[in-house]
């Protein structure tokens, strides 16, 4: 599980969020790995890249 802020409170992920969560969750399944989720926060949110913008299961 990796995490990562967002400083301007808007939690939704950017196409590059997206992006290396897609190469970890790759390289992890090469490694035997379980590469559990994603989170982007803020201050008063959170966003699960996995549970909401990935099509492998959790």
Do not use: A, C, Q
């Not at 995490?3 to 290396?20: A, L, Q, R, Y």
Request: charged letters at 20%; proline letters at 5%.
């Amino acid at each position: 599980m990796i995490g990562h802020n967002h400083p301007s409170g808007d939690v939704t992920p950017s196409p590059e969020d997206i992006n290396i969560t897609e190469r970890l969750v790759l390289i992890s399944e090469m490694m035997g790995i379980l590469f559990y989720d994603h989170i982007v926060f803020s201050e008063s949110h959170t966003h699960s890249i996995m549970k909401y913008n990935m099509k492998h299961e959790v």
